[in-house]
């Protein structure tokens, strides 16, 4: 059982950002994934989930063996256990972070079947309580004027929610003040669990002292060219990535 | 790939047709000749023919509106439309006695259901005649007057005359003065001085031949002190020929007293709705329009108040979802005739696709006046990139201690939101419908319950047949 990304390759228009690239993360695992800006991190997130304006030319993603390119719509591919906390989270105007919660739960019901209003408010209360989201927040517009780290929070609190199979957690700990990074750390690091994979997307070691991750990768260009243990980490951070290249080059 | 279903055959509840034969038929096209027909086969008095007639003189010399609203209308062919189709103009008054062939529609439409359950009394129109209109005992014992139009001519001749054609005249435009023409149907309603209608009287308007223009008319007159709430729906089928929906409704609120009406209207997309609806509010007294478009081809439609006495009050809520193909003209009407006078107009519109809205405003607060105020707010929605929507608010305001107050907004859903709703495992048309029904969610609350869940389904159809 895994996340298993095979020779992906995708584009926009007709310029190629995902270049081959390759992964697989068994569950039960938290893998990271560093790399410059714009080398295709969060590209990969998107294309995953499905979004409308990349193409896949080439490759697969196999969710436990499931083809996700099989699945046309985002939402069959989330209904199969993806999850993503997206980098820059978009703002739903008019629809509350209740309705929209409920929404996608009532969305994973048999037909006929009505979620259960008491239990999905106490369910949401507890997980926003474990975040430390004010509950008030269940009667705003999902991330309409949120601050960066209020919709941050905001991507964790649906996460924890919908239960998910595999999660990529774009830049999760960008723009959490130092307080939240490690309550936000800590909502993930509950969800930690033999049933789930989780990829984290991040450019600092710090969130990785928290959420401690079983194997680093680093993506340059749209590939993945490198793996190590979480020491790898230490030394992007001490080192930054030039000695990557570096190293790819005298490899070639 | 996900597949649907053809969604074009059930997206909508109203997407039905039976065959019922009419025993009374005016045949296609307009002349001097179909007025006769009507007015033969409905008994109507001499006056009410010379006012026919005189109205199908003004209709038509008076011009199609192009020079102001849609082209389409050009597309409206009125020597290809029939004009009167009933099966008899006498309503029954218990459903057993409706003819089968109509009462399976309206029981499939959940009409009878409704009326058991919370509405004080019903009329039901089938193409050019109300095949049942009834009320509750105690309604009827309290005074209050709930008929269909002929019948309350007929019966109520004294009320009738001295209101009917007084708020709309005939030539206020050229489908008033259609509607003059063929009018039939339609409700006749009055309430007593003092009498509180607790629940609402609802009329549900069903088109079921093609080629068909239906011209109800309505007029309510709520006296001094009273106050009722009247909802009313219509469907028809989808037919591939153009259908005309064409009415006239008039509310009279003496002083004090209070007028709700409803509208929840979901035509097929070949329908032309054009409708003219206009309140006269007396001293204190409060016409309320509620206004949900939904569905059609082309609605042009403007509710309207004419506050005319000290401290009356007016109120249009409107919504429109244009849908792909659609256009939504609608909008409201303000005339402050007299001091004090307040009025509020609150719309929404919501435009999907290739879908078209547009909000026509107007605002009339005269020199002389105190102490008027209105409050304009108009908010729109686009869902995807294609939509379009205009605003024409056309404010006059004279004199200095009169307030208007004017906001607007414009909210888009792109592609990119819907992406994001999805990932979350929300279907594309569940995400549409949150999104519009998070956009009309405060406007909604105020609509009694039965009838916000049913708007709410509707909603839910209209974005499952966008995607489908
Ligand atoms: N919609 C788009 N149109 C054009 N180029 C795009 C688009 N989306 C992404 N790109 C380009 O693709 C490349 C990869 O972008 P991506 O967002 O995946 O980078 P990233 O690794 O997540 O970077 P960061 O660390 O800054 O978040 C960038 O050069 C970016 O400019
Ligand atoms: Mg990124």
Redesign the pocket.
């Known amino acids: 059982m895994s996340l298993k990304i095979e020779n992906l390759h995708a584009n ?1 228009g007709d ?1 190629e ?1 995902l270049k081959g690239l390759n992964l697989e993360m068994p569950k039960g695992e938290v893998h990271a994934i560093m ?1 410059k ?7 990969l997130a998107k294309v995953m989930a499905g979004h409308p ?1 990349y193409e896949v030319s080439a490759g697969q993603v196999l969710l436990d063996g499931l083809n996700l390119f099989e699945m046309e719509e985002p939402d069959q591919r989330a209904r199969t256990g993806l999850f993503v906390a997206f ?1 820059y989270p978009m703002e739903v105007p008019g629809v509350t972070i209740a309705n929209f919660i409920r929404a996608a739960l009532q969305a994973r019901l048999p037909e006929g079947e009505e979620l259960d209003a008491v239990d999905y408010y106490h369910h949401l209360y507890e997980k926003m309580d474990l975040l430390k989201i004010d509950r008030k927040f269940t009667s705003r517009a999902v991330n309409e004027g949120f601050s960066g780290g209020e919709k941050k929070r905001c991507e964790i609190l649906q996460m924890a929610m919908l239960n998910p199979v595999y999660a990529v957690l774009d ?1 999760t700990d960008s723009g959490l003040d130092i307080d939240a990074l490690r309550i936000v750390s800590e909502g993930v690091n509950a969800m930690r669990s033999p049933e789930r994979g989780l990829l984290v997307i991040t ?1 600092y070691q710090r969130l990785l002292d928290y959420i401690v991750p079983d194997v680093v990768h680093v993506m340059v260009d749209g590939r993945i060219v490198m793996s190590g243990d979480k020491t790898l980490a230490h030394k992007l951070e001490a080192e930054g990535y030039d000695w990557v290249e570096k190293e790819l080059l005298q490899k070639a | 790939m996900e597949t649907k279903p053809d969604l074009n055959i059930d997206r909508s509840v109203g997407d039905f047709h039976y065959d019922v034969d009419y025993e009374f038929d005016a045949g296609i096209g307009l002349s001097e000749k179909t007025i006769d027909y009507i007015c033969d086969v409905k008994k109507d008095p001499d006056w009410i023919r010379e006012f026919r007639k005189e109205a199908l003189r003004k209709f038509n010399s008076m011009p199609m509106p192009t020079n102001w609203a849609s082209h389409d209308l050009d597309n409206i062919v009125f020597e290809n439309i029939r004009y009167y189709l009933s099966q008899g103009t006498q309503p029954k008054r218990s459903w057993d006695d409706v003819p089968e062939d109509v009462k399976r529609t309206f029981e499939r439409l959940g009409i009878p259901e409704q009326e058991r359950k919370f509405l004080a009394g019903v009329e039901a129109q089938f193409d050019s005649e109300a095949a049942y209109s009834n009320i509750k005992a105690a309604v009827g014992e309290q005074g209050v007057i709930f008929v269909g139009s002929t019948e309350g001519l007929h019966k109520h001749p004294e009320i009738f005359k001295k209101w009917f054609g007084k708020v709309i005249p005939t030539g206020d435009n050229k489908f008033s003065a259609l509607n003059s023409a063929v009018f039939s149907g339609g409700s006749f309603i009055y309430i007593p001085p003092g009498v509180k209608v607790k629940h609402p009287l609802q009329a549900y308007f069903r088109i079921n031949a093609e080629n068909f223009g239906q011209f109800e008319r309505t007029l309510i007159i709520a006296d001094e002190g009273s106050e009722v709430m009247y909802m009313e729906g219509c469907t028809a089928p989808k037919f591939e020929t153009s259908t005309l929906h064409s009415a006239v409704v008039e509310l009279v609120a003496l002083k004090g007293a209070k007028i709700q009406y409803i509208t929840v209207q979901n035509w097929s997309a070949n329908v032309f709705n054009l409708v003219t609806k206009r309140g006269l509010a007396h001293e204190e007294a409060e016409i309320k329009w509620i206004d949900c478009n939904i569905g059609s081809r082309l609605t042009m439609k403007y509710p309207g108040v004419i506050m005319k006495g000290r401290k009356a009050r007016g109120e249009v809520i409107s919504i429109a979802l244009a849908g792909d193909g659609q256009h939504q003209d609608t909008g409201a009407k303000m005339v402050h005739a007299a001091d004090e006078t307040t009025s509020n107009i609150v719309s929404k519109s919501i435009s999907l696709g290739s879908g078209r809205s547009t909000y026509r405003g107007l605002v009339q607060i005269g020199r002389h006046l105190k102490g008027c105020k209105n409050n304009t707010e108009c908010d729109a929605l686009l869902i995807n990139t294609e939509s379009r929507t205009d605003t024409y608010p056309a404010i006059t305001v004279r004199g200095k201690e009169n307030a208007c107050q004017h906001e607007a907004s414009v909210s888009k859903i792109s592609a990119e939101q819907i992406f994001y709703m999805q990932q979350r495992g929300i279907s594309k048309a569940a995400a549409m419908s949150l999104a519009v029904n998070g956009f009309v969610n405060d406007l909604v609350q105020q609509f009694p319950m039965e009838y916000s869940v049913e708007l709410k389904r509707l909603i839910d159809l209209e974005m499952e047949g966008s995607v489908g």
Do not use: C
């Not at chain 1, 800006?37 to 590209?43: D, E, L, P, R």
């Open positions: 926009i310029r950002i790399g800006n714009g080398s295709g991190k969060s590209t304006d980098q830049e450019h």
